[in-house]
C-alpha cells in the first residue's frame, strides 16, 4: 500500500502541493522521485491517490489522479474529557484516542488539575496527523480548548455519559446506545473528588469502576475507550 501523506491545503482540483513535514519527509527520508504514488489526504474526509510530478527544494507537487471516499469514524462523535498527563505520555494518549476513533479530545482542569499540562496546540496537532497517516483516518481528531469539570459535566448533551472512578460499575456491566454520541472522562492523578463525582451521578452519568489497581491516566483512558469503541 502507498505512504501516507497530509495536505495542510483543502484538496481540490487536478493537483496540490505538499509542504513543510510533509515535503520533508518525501524528499529527504523516502527520496520521492517523479513518478512515486502516495496517498493524500486533508482531514476533511476521503483521500486520494496521487503521483508525484516535480521535486523542489521544500516542496512536492502531486496530481491527485482518483478520490477514494473511505471513511474509518465511529458511528456516532466520541468526545474524550481528560486530565491530559504530561510529556510523552500525553502524545501517547493523543495518538491512541486517534487509533480508536476519538472525535475530539477536551482537556480538563478539576479540583486536582487546575492547569492545564496541553502542550503547544501545533505539537498536539502534529501528534494528530502522523497517528492519522499511520492508522488510516481521513478526518483530524479535534484538539478543543481547555474544559473545567463543572462546565463538561453539565453540558445536557443527549449522549452516553461515562465517568472513571474507583466503586462504579464493572467496565463490562456498562450499556450504551451505539447510535448515539459518546462522553468519556477520566480525571487527573489525585483523582476526582467526591464532589465531582457527585455532581456527575446527578447529571445522569455513569460511574465506571476499573479494578483494585490505580491506573494512570492514559491507562485507564485507553481500557474504557477499547471497552467502549470495540466492545
Known sequence: MADRYFSEEPLAGQSATLRGNEAHHLLHVMRAKVG?????????????WSEVTQLGRTEVEVVLKQHRQIER??????????????????????????????????????????????????????????????????????????????????EGLEANKFVAHPGGLAVGEIRRNEQAATVLAVGPEGGLTDEEIQLAGQQGWQIVGLGERILRIETAALALLARLTVG
Open 36 to 48: 512515486t504514488e502516495i496517498i493524500v489526504f486533508d482531514g476533511r474526509g476521503g483521500e486520494w
Open 73 to 154: 469514524e465511529l458511528a456516532a462523535e466520541f468526545t474524550l474529557a481528560v486530565a491530559l498527563p504530561k510529556g510523552d505520555r500525553q502524545r501517547w494518549l493523543v495518538e491512541k484516542a486517534v487509533e480508536m476513533g476519538v472525535t475530539r479530545i477536551v482537556p480538563l482542569t478539576t479540583a486536582r488539575s487546575t492547569v492545564s499540562t496541553a502542550e503547544a496546540p501545533a505539537k498536539l496537532a502534529r501528534y494528530v496527523i502522523e497517528a492519522s497517516k499511520q492508522c488510516g483516518r481521513n478526518r483530524l481528531m479535534e484538539i478543543a480548548k481547555p474544559q473545567a469539570w463543572d462546565e463538561i459535566v453539565k
